[in-house]
Each structure stands twice: as C-alpha cells, then as structure tokens.
C-alpha cells in the first residue's frame, strides 16, 4: 500500500535555514502536501505542490519535489522560534475514489534561540 | 477566514459507551473526511463523504462506525460501542473539490477508560 516516511526530529538554530524530506510510494501521487501542527492545536495547511511542479516557492517556504525518487522536502528560511511544531508531509492521488490523504509520521522542528 | 469546528474538544467515555463526535466544515466545501491519529503514532484515514453517501472508508472504519450529515452544516462521527484502543485525537476536514486542500479542524481527544 502507499506509504510516507519522514524523519522525526530537526533541531536548528533560529535565523538559521530548516529542511524536513519526506518519501512516498504511490506513482499516482498528484498532490503533495505540509501540514503543521503545533502543540494542543489540529493541522495547519502550509503548503501543497501538484505533481506536474518540481518547487514552489511561498515567501518563506519552498517546496520541492523530485518525482524520479519521489522525494518531497520543505525549506523554512530564517527560521523563527514560533516555528518549532511538528511538520507533517501528506499525499493524495485523483485516483483515490474518496480523496483520502495518506500522512507521514510527522518531523518535530525544535529551533533554538 | 473560513475555518472548521469541532465539539467538543474531549470526550472522556467508558467503554461500550456510543460517542458522536460533531463537525462544522467549511460552508461551501462538498467533501469531508474524518482522520484520526493516536498518541505518538500517523494521523490515519478513516472516511470520506460526498453528496450524502460514503466515497470511501478505510478498514479501521468498521461496523462500529458511521458517519452522517444530519443537516446542511454539521457532519457527525459516531461509534457505537466504544473499545480502549479507540482512545485517539480525531479530526474532521473538509475540502471544496475531491482533490482540493483539505482544511482540519482542531480536532476532539477522545478518552475512552
């Protein structure tokens, strides 16, 4: 079945650049996802890249997607301390009937002062 | 801006208990899906809803589960028979089109003791 994997902890300095990967399986992937979560709190859509894209830039964050090795990363520039939460990569296919999403185990950012 | 609500924001049952958990998605979103995601471990797919009819379930959605949208704003999840491994955060979403950005509400814990 599909699946994503992500690494589960980063640790960066504030001020300094954060890149969190992510991998699927799924071929069909057509969108991918970021999703954070902070402590107590639901998901908060960051950002989404379709699957015909290889980056997307969104002030502070770009995305970028390598569909030969089906490799998703974030880079958060200038990381903040408010941006210490748990990052979570996410992808779906138009070939999934019910639109399901299929997450990643989350990445914790933890940025030090 | 639009958001998606849920109540409550924890539930505390015993087991064998029914529970409904209740959603508020977005007004003008057709899609809604519910996930959950127990401590430390992926948030998980269990079911999307379109047009007044399930679109697709995973196999965690079993017998115990349905879901409804008894009016046009609320779109409820209810277990029948609560077990202890149904203890989990669970989180609505809901999407304009079926493979639009999916936006997640905050979410209900559940304890089921």
């Known amino acids: 079945g599909e699946d994503v994997e992500q690494s589960l902890f980063l640790s960066v300095r504030e001020g300094d650049s954060s890149v969190i990967n992510c991998t699927y399986t799924?071929?069909?992937?057509?969108?991918l996802y970021w999703y954070k979560q902070e402590p107590g709190a639901g998901l908060q859509l960051l950002t989404y890249?379709?699957?015909?894209?290889d980056m997307k830039q969104d002030q502070r964050l770009t995305v970028l997607l390598n569909k030969k090795d089906k490799h998703l990363s974030l880079r958060i520039a200038d990381t903040q301390t408010g941006d210490s939460a748990i990052y979570f990569c996410?992808?779906?296919?138009?070939?999934?009937?019910?639109?399901?999403?299929?997450f990643g185990q989350g990445t914790e950012l933890s940025v030090k002062p | 801006e639009p958001e998606v609500t849920q109540t409550p924001s924890h539930q505390v049952t015993q087991m064998g208990q029914e529970v409904i958990l209740r959603c508020v998605p977005i007004s003008n979103h057709l899609y809604f899906y519910w996930y959950r995601q127990i401590l430390g471990q992926k948030v998980e797919f269990l079911v999307s809803f379109y047009n007044n009819e399930i679109s697709e379930k995973s196999e965690i959605f079993d017998d115990q589960f349905s879901v409804e949208r008894p009016d046009g704003s609320n779109f409820t999840l209810k277990i029948r028979s609560t077990k202890l491994e149904d203890s989990a955060m669970y989180f609505c979403?809901?999407?304009?089109?079926?493979?639009?950005?999916?936006?997640f509400g905050p979410g209900t814990r559940l304890t089921v003791t």
């Open positions: 799924d071929s069909s992937s057509t969108y």
């Open positions: 996410a992808e779906t296919s138009i070939y999934n009937q019910g639109g399901k999403l299929i």
């Open positions: 890249i379709f699957s015909n894209m």
């Open positions: 979403a809901s999407s304009a089109g079926h493979s639009s950005e999916q936006y």
